[in-house]
Structure formats: structure tokens, C-alpha cells
């Protein structure tokens, strides 16, 4: 760092025994030096020293940009300030700025004497950096606030008619809820940015002003940016966090200024006005990923063609979920995100093209700033792409200037420009993954300096006299080893992003990344080259063809890797994200070493660091909810009908957490013991993401384990779930009915078998079942029993009883019908917690069930449709307190002694207002 640059660092000390190489003195002598610049540091006279002042002045890009950077987050934490001040005080403090740093650009060149000349350094900086700070606060955009459209809407959809203008071009992604068997399904959807400006009120259109987004089933493009339209459809309020753990959709919408969504079933129900001519840049690039878009689509093998699309003009929507899964697990999610790496390979094509067509260095540059600005316009603007075509034009503007070149100054530049776009920009993960990532090459990825005696005569005659095979061989290997070296050093310190944001670290990513790169690199410029050569005349097509053939088999080679990968055994992790507290000490210590050594003993960085992951990351893999954590041994009698829970009379309080899922089921049941339980696991919709929110749930819950999952019968909004945690937690045991197990519906049977596969034991539970006689808390199922066959799978439901100090929990499934009138034959009982039967659907009659067990708490786990007054009179009749997820969000009830605590999430636990 700006030690290096430090002219008044101390030398190095001779060695002593006279040899040019190194040995101990020689080391010790740089202990030495560190402990010299330590001292002076830390002394009273450290204003004198010039070195962090000297640091500023060679790079103040970096130290401006942090500046903004800790002002704008500052800003999130004070008050709003109305916009004629924001305005006013940003330019007024942008010229004061200015003035001081003149003002100490000629302190700095002034003639005085030392102590004189640092300290005018460090006024200046400071002052500098204060008012920087404080430009950061000013200038970040103060928070919307929703307008009275998104004020009405409720995150039930409702119908709506409005009139809007399209705001960006189209972005096409796979369909979820697609059906093959539905001729009237489409594997597709479309959604654009919209302006709503008008909505129909009764008979009359009434203004508006709101940002949105339209969706619609389909792949349609006959909309540009610009077109105004009217739309016969509905629209919701994009909802805040109604579970511990889940992405908080609704703050990250409102950075761009959306409160709600918009749908319409078809292309019919929109109706296109006129366009405005003023949007012609924006409709002049809808249209060129229009064409680029048809011409992946036509060329590439469309089972590729969708991570083309995402390689060639980022849009890595059109990726469908499980292939984004997979290279989230290996650590490749980068290649679906335009970085600095895809921009660099296009901008070196460019420049071999200049290079071969003899052009020079300004011709060249004015070449590859038009193609990279070009290709950043395709690719949308995000925030990496103009983070990386800023670093590579400032590169290409210095190289053709003959100016010397610091990769600090570029970065900080670029953090500018994005913070001037966009003040929250380094909110997303992914930009600051992106400068992270450019920062680690930069520091690391110029080789150890090596001593001239190295590379003696001897080895250069020898190298001579290699032949050109072997020659060539060892340039490959020298290559290879240069990119496993910067893969480690990228993976090792972007890591605890990674691990924070998506639960997964990946050592594998090392390795794969390295072989992935020649794949990338051929797909990347064969896609690129494939709507270009289409618009050659006769031979267009069949030179497109080709092309497209060849970035379709790189791409086939890409999956490949990624699914050898994501197989490897012991190749990523899926962990609950460490503390801050541990993300902070771990670029304290890079920082640090940074500071006081820069880029020399790496070994010694890299074990200090793969040291400090170890410590978070072995705890979370052999700990007792460690994703590793051998299988816990349950005891079970020669009947077969019994389990050791907790011995302990006073033990602490059991949780049941009813996770809001929508249309499905699954209760956490957090045990005195620290066991973990699921009773059910799967909600209505699509298989592939219905782990998602359970997923996230546990994360939250610090575990990387499950101990039992519980099924309690063959309905998919119920078991669905399972095979997704499967493959993320480690799972102690599978345990549902014998109706379950005999079931002949396919999806069943292949949960069944892949859980096998994966070595998780499996048990039938029927009635009778129950934990032993004095364990606390303790549990009985009750239904059904083993010769049980019921008319329908809904009635074959495990029911599951909790009863903890007095206080009873019961878990009934979707008991209907015969099944329910099975249970209530047992002898009446008061139940504190009850699960309202399938969902709360009006399909069902819970009055005998609430006669039977007269609950003080019900809890209906469903969508909007349980918030029908059909639905709620009976619970509200027959039970004291009513709690609906999709009303509340999560619920949890916590069971002390003799005491029921009960609180939902909305965007955090609250309690009650009666209990």
C-alpha cells in the first residue's frame, strides 16, 4: 500500500555475512523496518511523517471514492433533507472541495522545510476528506415514499386497468408455473419496466405517476421503450419480509422507485396507444437486443441458448432456476453477470483485431471505446459493466498517452462514476464483488520478485535448447499455474461475500473457474460473433450457424464442468452466513497486513486468512447443527414406538415456528434439546424453488442440519420442499406414513429413491408412536393408524401431538373427512396450538374438530384464499386467538412453563396485541 510510495521509509539493512541472499539477518531486517514504521506511526511526531499524506496525493481516486462511500451510508442513518438544500449544498460544497484541493496542491509544492511540509499534507488531506465525506451525505438520493396507487394495493392481486409507457426493452425469463400439458401454458414470460400515468376509475381515467414492472406469459417483443399502452390486468404491492432469513424484495425495489407489479394473462389484454418519438436511443437498443436475442435463439441449441443470451447481453433471466443453482454451488455465478472479465475479452479481441489491421495506438483506442461502449449500451448499463469499461478505457486512454498507469486510481474512478450514477450502487453484492475481485488481481496478480541469480546462464542456455513442443508445454503450465494462483487468491478473500450472501462456499470454484475460462472465452466471442456475421449477405446464415454451433458446444463443455463440480463430494458447502462481526475481523486483518507488508509474504496472508475462515467455517460444518455433524443415534425400543427427546424437567422453552410458505406447510419445531424438526415441507407452485423460503428460515436459525423431517402425507404443497433441503442441509432422518411409502404417484417414488441414494434414514410412523414415558416435551402421533386406508391421501395425514409443561401442540395435516372423524373419536382434549386442516380450505368443516380439542391458539397456514370470511368464522368462533401467514407472516409460539408466547415477522418478531 502507500508504504511502498513512503519517501521516508527506512532502508534495508546489508546482510551481514556478506552474501547477496537472503538469510535470517536479512529477514530480521525487515522486522526491523516494520517495527521502525510502527514507531513512527504511533509517536508523537507522526503528523510529520509524510506517509499517508504522500499516499493521498499519488492516489486520491480510492481515497475520494471511500469517502463518498462512508458518506452516502452515512446518510441512510440521518435525517431527510428536502431537495432545494440537497441541491444547494451539493454544489456548494463541490466548489469549496475544489478550492482546497488547489489550495494544498500548492501547499504540497511550496518550499518548506519538513515538519512544515507534512503537516500541510495531512490539513489538506483531512480537510479534504471531511468535505468528501460530507459530499457523500448530501448527494445520496433520499428515500421515495409510495405514491397513493401502491398505498392501495395489498399483496393479494387485484384487478386493475391502467394506462402506461414502457420503459425499457424487454427482458424474457422461463415461466414457473409452465405446465406441458397445458396447451394454453407458455415455457415463457416477458416483463418490462413500465410509467403507469393513468387508472380507470369507474368510467373515468384518473392521473397517476408510479414506477412498475409488467409481466406477461408469453416471449413477446412487439413493445419498445417509449410505447404507450393500456393494460386490462392486476397488480400487488411488492411485500416486505414475512420470514426470518428472506430477501427483502420490497427495499431493494424501492431503490428504483417500485411499490408494486403489474400483470396480464396475455398479449389480448394489452392494447398498444401510440409511441413517443423522444425515446428513440432507448428503442434503438430494444431493438438490437431484440436482434441479438432471435439470433442466439435461432443459431445457439436452445437448450443452451438461454445461458448465451445471459454470456452475450447479460440478461441471465432467461437462465432457468436449476442451472443458476449449480453455479451458485460451484462459485461460477459470475459467468451469468457481464464483468470485468467479459469486457476484457472483447476488448482484447479489439485489440488483436487493431493490432493485425496495423492501427495505432489512438486509432486503436478510439476503436475500443466505441465497441465498449457499444456493448456496455447492449448489455444495459449495469453497475459492473460500467465499472469494468471504465477500467478499461482509462487503461487504453493511459497507454496511448504514455502515462504510467495505477490500477488504485482506475478502481476509485470508476466507484465515482458509479456513485454519481447511482448513490446506493454499492449496495448490491454483486459491485462490490466486482471491485473486490479487480482489486485482489491488482495486488496479487504480479508475481514475487525474483532475484537475478535465479535465471543463470546455465537454465537460459538450457531453455534454449528445449524444443518448441516442450517450450509450448511449459507456457500453458506457467499460464494454468498464474490462474490457479489468482482463482485462490479471489476465492480466498471474496469469500466471506460469497458465504454472507449466498450461503455457499465453494473451494471448488478454485479449479473451476480456471477450466471453465478457455470455454468462456470461445462462447463469449463465438456468441458475440453470431448476430454479427448473420448480417453478411448470402453467406450470413450459414456462417451464423456456425458460430452459433460452436458457442452452443462451448457452453455444453461449461455445463459439464459445472455439473462435475457441483458432484464433486466436499466441493461447496451450503452454511448459514457467519456474523458480521467475523466478516469484519477478516478484512481488519487483510487490511492490516496490507498496510504494514503490501504484497510481500503472501504465504504468511494466506495462512493467516485460511486460518480465520477455518475458525468460521469449522464450526459450522462439525458442530452440533454442523453440516458434517454425524448422525445423531435415536433410540428406539424392540417395539419400535418410542425416542429419547430431553430427560430434563426445566428444560428451555420449545419454539414452533409456522413459516409463512403461501399455499403449503411447514412447522419448524425448535426442541429444548436443540434438535431441529420439520413437519412438512412443501408449498404450492414450482418444485425447483420451493425449498427457497424454508431454506432461508433455517440459515437464519444458525443450522446447517436437520434432524427429522416429517411428512405427513402425499400431497406436493407438502413434500416438495424436501428434496431441494436435501441437497442443503444435512438430514438426520425422513420419517412419514405407510400410505406415504406405498404411494404409486411418481414424484413420490423419486423423492423416496433420491433420499435413499443420499444415505438418509428412513422410518413409518403410525399411531401409537410416542416418545418415552417422562421425556419433555413429549410427543404422540395419533392418526392413523398402521391398517388405516382412507379415501383420500388428505385423510392418510400424520397427526402429530407436542405437549410441552401442560401445553399441548397438534399438527394435523390436511385431515378431511373419514380421517377427521377418526381423530375426534379419541376422548375430548384441550389443545393450546392447533394447525388449522388443509390450509383452512371451505372444503372442509373444522367445527367438530374444534369441539373436540376447544384451541386457545389457531394458526391457518395458506395463501389469500384463506382470508375469506367463509373460511375464518368458524376458527374465529371456536378459537380464542386466530393467526393466518399470509396475514401475519411467520408465527411463533414459544412454550415455557405454563406460558405461551406468541409473535409474526413483519420484517422483524412482534408481538401481539392480545394474547
Avoid at 486483518?589 to 469449522?618: E, H, K, Q, Y
Wanted: glycine share 8%; proline share 5%.
Amino acid at each position: 500500500m502507500f508504504s511502498h510510495d513512503d519517501p521516508a521509509a527506512v532502508t534495508q539493512a546489508p546482510c551481514p555475512s556478506g552474501s547477496d541472499k537472503p538469510h535470517l539477518f536479512h529477514w530480521l531486517s525487515w522486522i526491523g523496518v516494520g517495527a521502525a514504521r510502527s514507531k513512527r506511526m504511533f509517536s508523537q511526531h507522526w503528523l510529520v511523517n509524510p506517509g499517508v499524506a504522500f499516499y493521498a496525493y499519488r492516489h486520491p481516486l480510492p481515497v475520494v471514492a471511500t469517502l463518498l462511500l462512508a458518506g452516502s451510508t452515512l446518510a441512510a442513518y440521518l435525517p431527510e433533507l428536502d431537495q432545494p438544500n440537497w441541491r444547494l449544498s451539493w454544489l456548494l460544497l463541490l466548489c469549496l472541495s475544489i478550492a482546497f484541493m488547489a489550495a494544498s496542491i500548492v501547499t504540497r509544492s511550496g518550499r518548506h522545510d519538513e515538519v512544515d511540509s507534512g503537516t500541510n499534507r495531512w490539513i489538506a488531506v483531512v480537510v479534504v476528506g471531511v468535505l468528501c465525506l460530507v459530499i457523500g451525505v448530501v448527494v445520496r438520493r433520499p428515500d421515495q415514499h409510495p405514491d397513493a396507487l401502491a398505498e392501495t394495493a395489498t399483496r393479494a392481486a387485484c384487478p386493475l386497468a391502467f394506462r402506461a409507457v414502457v420503459r425499457s426493452a424487454a427482458r424474457w425469463r422461463p415461466n414457473e408455473m409452465h405446465r406441458p400439458d397445458d396447451p394454453g401454458s407458455s415455457p415463457w414470460r416477458t416483463v418490462w419496466d413500465i410509467g403507469l400515468t393513468e387508472v380507470k376509475d369507474g368510467k373515468r381515467w384518473r392521473p397517476v405517476k408510479t414506477r412498475s414492472t409488467l409481466a406477461i406469459d408469453g416471449r413477446i417483443d412487439s413493445f419498445l421503450p417509449g410505447d404507450e399502452i393500456e393494460v386490462l390486468g392486476s397488480y400487488r404491492r411488492i411485500w416486505r419480509p414475512t420470514n426470518p432469513g428472506e430477501f427483502d424484495f420490497a427495499k431493494a425495489a424501492s431503490r428504483e422507485q417500485r411499490y408494486i407489479t403489474c400483470r396480464a394473462k396475455s398479449e389480448e389484454q394489452v392494447t398498444w396507444r401510440r409511441a413517443r418519438k423522444s425515446w428513440w436511443p432507448l428503442r434503438l437498443r430494444a431493438q438490437a437486443v431484440k436482434y441479438v436475442d432471435h439470433s442466439i435463439h435461432r443459431f445457439v441449441p436452445e437448450r443452451h441458448a438461454g445461458l448465451a443470451a445471459a454470456l452475450v447481453f447479460g440478461q441471465r433471466e432467461q437462465v432457468d432456476w436449476v442451472k443458476q443453482q449449480q453455479l451458485v454451488a460451484t462459485g461460477t455465478l459470475h459467468l451469468l453477470a457481464i464483468s470485468g472479465m467479459h469486457v476484457e475479452i472483447v476488448a482484447s479481441a479489439i485489440g488483436f483485431l487493431c493490432w493485425i489491421l496495423r492501427l495505432g495506438p489512438g486509432r486503436t483506442f478510439y476503436v475500443l471505446a466505441v465497441v465498449c461502449v457499444l456493448y456496455a449500451t447492449l448489455a444495459g448499463g449495469k453497475p459492473p459493466v460500467l465499472r469494468a469499461v471504465t477500467v478499461v478505457l482509462t487503461i487504453g486512454l493511459g497507454r496511448m498517452l504514455g502515462k504510467p498507469i495505477r490500477i488504485g486510481n482506475i478502481l476509485g474512478l470508476a466507484a465515482i462514476v458509479l456513485l454519481a450514477i447511482r448513490s446506493d450502487s454499492f449496495e448490491n453484492v454483486g459491485v462490490q464483488l466486482s471491485f473486490l475481485a479487480v482489486a485482489v488481481i491488482a495486488v496479487f496478480g504480479r508475481a514475487q520478485p525474483v532475484e537475478p541469480e535465479v535465471l543463470d546462464a546455465i537454465d537460459k542456455l538450457l531453455d534454449g535448447q528445449r524444443s518448441l513442443f516442450r517450450r509450448s508445454v511449459q507456457t500453458v503450465l506457467r499460464i494454468v499455474a498464474r490462474g490457479v494462483r489468482l482463482s485462490c487468491w479471489v476465492w480466498l478473500i471474496t469469500v466471506p461475500l460469497t458465504w454472507s450472501s449466498f450461503h455457499v462456499v465453494a473451494p471448488v470454484s478454485v479449479v473451476l473457474n480456471v477450466l471453465v475460462s478457455p470455454a468462456l472465452l470461445g462462447a463469449l466471442l463465438l456468441g458475440l460473433a453470431t448476430p454479427i456475421v448473420q448480417l453478411c449477405p448470402y453467406v450470413g446464415d450459414w456462417l451464423a450457424a456456425c458460430t452459433g454451433s460452436g458457442c452452443g458446444a462451448c457452453l455444453w463443455s461449461i455445463e459439464q464442468l459445472v455439473m462435475w463440480g457441483n458432484r464433486l463430494p466436499y466441493g461447496h458447502f451450503w452454511l448459514p452466513a457467519p456474523s458480521s462481526l467475523w466478516i469484519g475481523s477478516f478484512f481488519c486483518i487483510l487490511v492490516c497486513w496490507l498496510i504494514l507488508f503490501g504484497s510481500r509474504f503472501r504465504l504468511f496472508l494466506a495462512a493467516a486468512l485460511a486460518a480465520w475462515l477455518a475458525v468460521g467455517v469449522v464450526p459450522m460444518c462439525f458442530g452440533p447443527h454442523g453440516y458434517i455433524a454425524k448422525t445423531k443415534a435415536f433410540e428406539f425400543h424392540s417395539s419400535g414406538n418410542s425416542d429419547r427427546t430431553s430427560r430434563v424437567e426445566d428444560a428451555e422453552e420449545l419454539q414452533v415456528l409456522f413459516l409463512d410458505v403461501g399455499h403449503g406447510t411447514c412447522v419448524v419445531l425448535l426442541w429444548p434439546n436443540e434438535e431441529i424438526w420439520l413437519y412438512d415441507a412443501g408449498r404450492m407452485g414450482t418444485d425447483d424453488r420451493s425449498f427457497e423460503v424454508i431454506a432461508h428460515a433455517l440459515w437464519e436459525l444458525k443450522t446447517a442440519r436437520v434432524d427429522r423431517v416429517i411428512v405427513s402425507h402425499a400431497d406436493a404443497d407438502h413434500y416438495n420442499a424436501v428434496a431441494g433441503l436435501a441437497d442443503r442441509f444435512a438430514i438426520g432422518e425422513f420419517i412419514s406414513t405407510s400410505q406415504f411409502f406405498q404411494s404409486q404417484d411418481a414424484p413420490v417414488q423419486e423423492l423416496v429413491e433420491r433420499l435413499s441414494k443420499g444415505g438418509i434414514a428412513m422410518s413409518t410412523w403410525s399411531a401409537g408412536h410416542a416418545s418415552e414415558a417422562g421425556v419433555h416435551p413429549h410427543w404422540r402421533v395419533l392418526h392413523p393408524s398402521k391398517d388405516w386406508r382412507g379415501r383420500s391421501d388428505n385423510a392418510n395425514s400424520l397427526v402429530l401431538q407436542i405437549e410441552r409443561g401442560g401445553k399441548r401442540v397438534l399438527l394435523p395435516g390436511d385431515l378431511e373427512k373419514d380421517g377427521l372423524l377418526n381423530l375426534v373419536e379419541f376422548p375430548k382434549r384441550p389443545v393450546h396450538i392447533l394447525m388449522a386442516p388443509h390450509h383452512g380450505s371451505s372444503s372442509v368443516d373444522p367445527s367438530d374438530l374444534l369441539q373436540w380439542c376447544r384451541p386457545t391458539w389457531t394458526v391457518v397456514s395458506g395463501n389469500h384464499r384463506a382470508m375469506r370470511e367463509k373460511v375464518l368464522a368458524p376458527y374465529l368462533r371456536g378459537s380464542k386467538h386466530l393467526a393466518i401467514t399470509f396475514r401475519e407472516g411467520a408465527v411463533r409460539l414459544r412454550i415455557g412453563d405454563g406460558a405461551i408466547a406468541a409473535e409474526y415477522f413483519d420484517n422483524g418478531w412482534s408481538k401481539f396485541d392480545a394474547e
